[in-house]
C-alpha cells in the first residue's frame, strides 16, 4: 500500500483576532491533482502556506509520506510553490530561474544544465533561456514558474491562483497545459484557487473552505451533483433551494413535502434525517426538464413567467403559488416553451438533493 | 533543532546591533549630560544656567539661533517657488536644472567660506569691483561690517537643495484630481495651490525645515572661517583643549542637543495629523505638467541661473583661488598656475590626509552597508520585539548634530579608555571611523528600507521554498535585488564622510591622523599661499565628490530627494 503523499490533521491558525483555519483535515495521494476551492478570504491560500512552511499552525499536524514536517524549515520541505504574483526573480535570466533549486540541491553544474534544458522544452519555451522574466509574455512567465517548480523532481508541488493573472483566453489554455503536466508526471498537486470551474474540470478530488472550515470534500461530480450543505450547493454552481419537509425515510430515498407536491429525493452520505425535519430541497436548473416524468420522477406544473434566451441554453423562470424555480433547457428555433404558459416539469429522484437548513455549514 | 537555531540568528542580530548603538551612540550621550550636570559636589545645574543668564553665553546662544532663523527663512524663500514650478510646470532643459541644484550639496560650506571670504575680503573682488565702477571710494570690509552675512549666505547655500528636494517629492506625490476638485470648486490656481496644495505637503516641508535648521545651528566650519567665534559650535569647539576639567564644554553640547530634539518634536508634532492624510494623497491620474512658454519661462530661467550663480560662486571662487598667483585688491586674479594642484597632492600633510580620508570613509561605508543592511532587513522582514526600537535608534542621528556624537566620544572614551586604541587622543582613528559611520548610518538604512519594502518578499520566500536557507536567500536574491540601493546609499555614505568636517575637527587632534577637511582648515591658517593650497585641495575633493554624488543620483533616480527626508 502506497502511502499518503500530505496528510494535514486538525489544523488551527489565528491571526490576531481573525481565525483563518478551524481545524482542518484532509489527505492527498501520491500522484493526485487535489483542490483547495473557496471564496477569497476563505483561508486557502494560508492551508498552502502552511504546506510550504512558510506560515506555522497554532496547532495541529503535517506530514508528507508518512513523516511530519512540523520541525522541517521551510527550505527543507521539498514542497515547490507556484506563487501567485509568480515571484520569478527579476535579476536573473530564465534559465537561472528554472534552475535555482537544482543549485540548492548542489547537483553538478552539467547536470543543471541538462535538466534544464529538459524541462524547458517541456513547458514550451525551449530557447528562452536567456531571457530575463521582464521580457516574457504573462503566459510564459507562468511556464517559467512551473519549469521551476517541477526541475527539482518533487512529490508534491502547490499552486497559488495561478492562473489569476492571466486573461480568459490564456487561462483556458495554461489550464490544459497544467492538466497535461500533471499526467506526464506522478506528482501530487495541490491547487489553490476561487474559480469553480477550475476545479469542478481539473480535479481528482476537492476540498471546499468557507471561512476557515472545511466543508466539503470528494470527486468534482461528487460535490456538484451531491452537495453535503447549502454552501456547496450555491458555491460550486447555480442551485434552486425549496423549502421542504421529511416525511419518510426508506434507505437511500428520502421523502419530502415541498411546495410542489410530495417529492422524493436522495443526499450525500453520512447524515442521518429526522421524520418530520425542516430541510430544504436543491435541484440544478439544468436537470429541470419540461414534461411528466416517466416513472420515478418528481413532476409539477408551473407558470412559466420570463423565458431568456442565453445562446446555448434558455434561461426560464418558473412560478407557482410563491415558490419560484430557474430551468435551464437547451434552446432550439422552435421552443415550446412560451412565457405566461402552465406547463408540466420534472426532476429525476438522482438529482433532487436533500439538504440540511442551517445557514452556517457546520465543518466536516 | 533547526528551527531554532535559524531563529536565534536574527535575534542575535538584532541585539549586537543594539549593543553597538548603545556604546557609540547613546553612552556618549548620557555622558555628555552627566557631564553638564554632574560635578563634584553631585547634581547641579549651575552651568546649564549660566548658558542662558551670561550675557556673553547668551549672545553666542543668539547668535547661533539668528543664523538658523535666517537660513531656514533664506532656504525656504528660495525652495519654495523652485520645487512647485520643477514638480508642475516643463520646459526646456529642466532635468539639467535639476541635476545643477543638488552640486551645492557636494561642498561643506566651510570650504566654500575660503572662496567667499577671498571675495568679500577687504582686499579682495568685490571691493575692487565696486571701486572700480565707482560704487565705493575705498576698500569695503564687508565681514568686519556684516559679520554674519556671508555665512548666512553660504550655509543657505548649500542647504537648499535638502529642503527643495523634500518640497519636490512632497508636491509630486499630490493627487493632481484633488487641486482639480478645487478648481471645478471656484478655487483660482493660487488659492488651490494655497488652500490644497500646500496644507497637504506641509509634512515634507516641515521635515526638510527641520533638517536645515538644525544643520545651520550646529555648523562648525563656516563660522570657524569666517573667525566668528561667539556662537554655540565653535565655543564647543573651543572647550575641547579642557574636555576633562571644565564641564561648560558639556553644558553647551547639551543645549545644542536639547534645541535640535525640541525641533524635531515640533516638527512632528505641527505635522501629526498628516499620517491619516498619507492614503489620500496617492496618485489615481497621471499628472500633466503644464509647458511653460514666453514671459513666466524668462521668469523661471532668470530665477534658476540667480539662485545657481549665487550657490556655485563659492566653488568657482574656490577654484579661482587654487589657479591664482596673486589676487589682490583686482576683480580677476593677476595671473594663473597650476602649482598649487600639485601642492595640494604632493605634501606630507595632504599626502596623508587623503589616505586618511579615504581608509575613515572607505571603513565606515563597510561599516554603515553591513549594520544598515540588518537594520532594514530585521525591520521589513523579519518584525521582531525590538525592531521598532532599532528603527527608531538608527534613524537618531540624523536629529543629533555632529559635533554633539564628537564631544561626548571625545569626553568618554579618553576617560575610560585612557592610552588605548579607542581614546582618541592617542589615535582617533577608529572611533572617526566610527562616529563617520554613525553619522551617516540613517540614509543607509533608509535607503536599504525602501529597496526592501519594493522587492517583493514572495522572491524571497519563493528562494526558501526551492530550498535555500536562510543565508543563501539573502545571498542569492536578497542582496542581488538591493544592489542599486545599497550602492547608492554607499556612494553617499562615502562621499559625506569624506568631507566631514566636526567630527574631523574636534577628534583628530595630532597632524598625522588628520583628514582631508582638517588638513584644509589647518592650511588655510599656517604658512605662504595656505589659502591657495587649501582651495587646490578642496577643488581635489570637490570634484570627488561630485563624481560620486552623480553616480549615486544615476542609481537612485527620483528617489534620491528621500534620502534627505526627516522622520
Redesign the interface.
Same mark, same amino acid.
Given at each position: 500500500m502506497s502511502k499518503t503523499a500530505i496528510y494535514v490533521e486538525q489544523i488551527v491558525k489565528r491571526f490576531d483576532e481573525v481565525t483563518a483555519l478551524n481545524g482542518v483535515s484532509f489527505s492527498v495521494q501520491p500522484g493526485e491533482l487535489f483542490f483547495l476551492l473557496g471564496p477569497s478570504g476563505c483561508g486557502k491560500t494560508t492551508m498552502l502556506r502552511i504546506l510550504a512552511g512558510l506560515e506555522t499552525p497554532d496547532s495541529g499536524t503535517v506530514s508528507f509520506d508518512g513523516e511530519d514536517v512540523a520541525t522541517r524549515s521551510p527550505y527543507q520541505r521539498g514542497a515547490p510553490m507556484v506563487f501567485q504574483n509568480y515571484a520569478l526573480w527579476p535579476h536573473l535570466n530564465v534559465r537561472d530561474n528554472v534552475g535555482f533549486g537544482l543549485v540548492e540541491r548542489r547537483i553538478p553544474r552539467r547536470e543543471i544544465h541538462a535538466q534544464v534544458d529538459d524541462i524547458l522544452a517541456r513547458v514550451g519555451l525551449k530557447g528562452m533561456g536567456q531571457r530575463l522574466p521582464g521580457q516574457l509574455s504573462g503566459g510564459q512567465q507562468q511556464r517559467v514558474v512551473l519549469a521551476r517548480a517541477l526541475v527539482v523532481n518533487p512529490s508534491i508541488v502547490l499552486l497559488d491562483e495561478p492562473l489569476s493573472n492571466l486573461d480568459a483566453k490564456l487561462r483556458a489554455d495554461m489550464r490544459a497545459e497544467i492538466g497535461r503536466l500533471h499526467r506526464e508526471t506522478d506528482i501530487a498537486f495541490v491547487y489553490v484557487t476561487h474559480d469553480q470551474v477550475e476545479a469542478l474540470s481539473l480535479a481528482d478530488r476537492m476540498a471546499v473552505i468557507s471561512n476557515g472550515n472545511l466543508v466539503g470534500i470528494g470527486k468534482p461530480s461528487e460535490l456538484y451533483h451531491r452537495p453535503p450543505n447549502r454552501f456547496c450547493a450555491d458555491f460550486l454552481g447555480r442551485a434552486n433551494l425549496l423549502a421542504a419537509t421529511v416525511t419518510s425515510v426508506e434507505g437511500e430515498a428520502i421523502h419530502i413535502d415541498t411546495p410542489f407536491g410530495p417529492w422524493v429525493g436522495c443526499a450525500a452520505s453520512g447524515q442521518t434525517w429526522r421524520v418530520g425535519e425542516t430541510v430544504l430541497g436543491m435541484i440544478r436548473p439544468e436537470s429541470v426538464t419540461p414534461g411528466i416524468a416517466p416513472s420515478r420522477g418528481n413532476s409539477f406544473k408551473a407558470l412559466v413567467e420570463n423565458v431568456q434566451l442565453a445562446g446555448a441554453t434558455l434561461e426560464v423562470a418558473l412560478r407557482e403559488g410563491n415558490t419560484s424555480c430557474h430551468a435551464t433547457v437547451l434552446s432550439r428555433y422552435a421552443t415550446p416553451i412560451t412565457v405566461g404558459q402552465q406547463a408540466d416539469w420534472h426532476v429525476s429522484q438522482e438529482d433532487t438533493v436533500v439538504i440540511k437548513q442551517d445557514e452556517e455549514p457546520s465543518a466536516l | 533543532? @533547526? *528551527?531554532k537555531s /535559524?531563529s536565534m540568528a536574527p535575534h542575535l542580530i538584532l541585539w549586537s546591533i543594539l549593543a553597538f548603538l548603545a556604546v557609540f551612540l547613546g553612552w556618549p550621550l548620557l555622558y555628555v549630560f552627566r557631564g553638564a550636570c554632574i560635578d563634584a559636589d553631585g547634581f547641579s545645574l549651575t552651568y546649564m544656567k549660566a548658558l542662558v543668564t551670561d550675557p556673553i553665553q547668551l549672545q553666542a546662544l543668539g547668535n547661533s539661533l539668528t543664523i538658523a532663523v535666517l537660513v531656514t527663512t533664506t532656504c525656504l524663500l528660495i525652495s519654495l517657488p523652485m520645487a512647485w514650478f520643477m514638480a508642475r510646470r516643463m520646459f526646456p532643459l529642466k532635468a539639467i536644472f535639476s541635476g545643477l541644484l543638488l552640486v551645492p550639496l557636494i561642498l561643506p560650506p566651510f570650504v566654500g567660506a575660503v572662496g567667499l571670504k577671498t571675495l568679500f575680503a577687504r582686499a579682495g573682488p568685490l571691493s575692487a569691483l565696486l571701486m572700480n565702477i565707482g560704487l565705493a571710494d575705498g576698500p569695503v570690509d564687508w565681514l568686519g561690517r556684516f559679520p554674519m552675512l556671508g555665512i548666512v549666505i553660504l550655509e543657505s547655500m548649500h542647504l537648499f537643495p535638502i529642503l527643495y528636494l523634500n518640497m519636490v517629492a512632497s508636491f509630486a506625490n499630490i493627487d493632481p484630481s484633488l487641486e482639480d476638485a478645487a478648481a471645478n470648486l471656484g478655487a483660482s490656481p493660487w488659492r488651490a495651490f494655497r488652500r490644497v496644495t500646500l496644507p497637504l505637503a506641509m509634512p515634507g516641508i516641515f521635515a526638510g525645515a527641520t533638517l536645515v535648521f538644525i544643520w545651520a545651528f550646529t555648523e562648525l566650519g563656516t563660522p570657524l572661517v569666517f573667525g566668528l567665534r561667539r556662537v554655540l559650535p565653535v565655543m564647543i569647539y573651543d572647550s575641547v583643549s579642557e574636555v576633562g576639567t571644565n564641564p561648560m564644554g558639556y553644558a553647551r553640547v547639551v543645549l545644542v542637543l536639547l534645541i535640535s530634539a525640541f525641533g524635531f518634536w515640533i516638527s512632528k508634532r505641527l505635522t501629526r495629523r498628516s499620517r491619516h492624510m498619507a492614503t489620500l494623497g496617492r496618485l489615481t491620474v497621471g499628472r500633466q505638467e503644464t509647458p511653460l512658454r514666453g514671459l513666466p519661462l524668462l521668469a523661471v530661467y532668470s530665477f534658476l541661473g540667480a539662485v545657481l550663480a549665487m550657490a556655485l560662486l563659492p566653488h568657482i571662487s574656490v577654484l579661482m583661488i587654487a589657479l591664482s598667483r596673486r589676487w589682490f585688491l583686482s576683480v580677476l586674479p593677476q595671473g594663473w598656475t597650476l602649482e598649487f594642484f600639485g601642492r595640494a597632492i604632493g605634501s606630507d600633510l595632504t599626502q596623508r590626509a587623503m589616505t586618511n580620508s579615504l581608509f575613515l570613509a572607505l571603513t565606515a561605508c563597510v561599516i554603515d552597508v553591513v549594520v544598515g543592511f540588518c537594520i532594514a532587513w530585521l525591520c521589513v522582514r523579519k518584525k521582531l520585539v525590538g525592531s521598532d526600537w532599532l528603527d527608531t535608534v538608527a534613524m537618531l542621528p540624523i536629529a543629533v548634530p555632529g559635533l554633539v556624537i564628537a564631544f561626548g566620544y571625545l569626553g568618554c572614551f579618553s576617560a575610560h579608555f585612557p592610552g588605548s586604541w579607542l581614546d582618541p587622543r592617542t589615535n582617533p582613528m577608529a572611533l572617526l571611523a566610527v562616529s563617520y559611520a554613525v553619522r551617516r548610518l540613517p540614509y543607509m538604512v533608509r535607503a536599504a528600507h525602501a529597496g526592501l519594502q519594493q522587492t @517583493?518578499i /514572495?522572491?524571497e520566500? =519563493? =528562494?526558501?521554498?526551492?530550498? =535555500? @536557507? +536562510?543565508l *543563501?536567500?539573502i545571498r *542569492?536574491?536578497t542582496l +542581488?535585488?538591493l544592489t542599486a540601493n545599497l550602492l547608492a546609499g554607499a556612494v553617499l555614505c562615502f562621499a559625506f564622510s569624506m568631507l566631514e568636517v566636526s567630527d574631523s575637527l574636534i577628534l583628530a587632534q595630532s597632524e598625522q591622523f588628520y583628514p582631508i577637511t582638517k588638513a584644509i582648515y589647518t592650511l588655510m591658517e599656517g604658512l605662504e599661499n595656505g589659502v591657495n593650497v587649501a582651495a587646490a585641495l578642496g577643488t581635489w575633493a570637490m570634484a570627488l565628490l561630485g563624481a560620486g554624488m552623480l553616480w549615486a543620483a544615476c542609481l537612485l533616480g527620483k528617489r534620491m530627494g528621500a534620502m534627505f527626508r526627516a522622520g
Open positions: - | 533543532m @533547526s *528551527r /535559524t @517583493s /514572495t522572491y520566500e =519563493a =528562494a526558501t521554498n526551492l530550498g =535555500a @536557507s +536562510p *543563501r536567500v *542569492r536574491i +542581488p535585488l
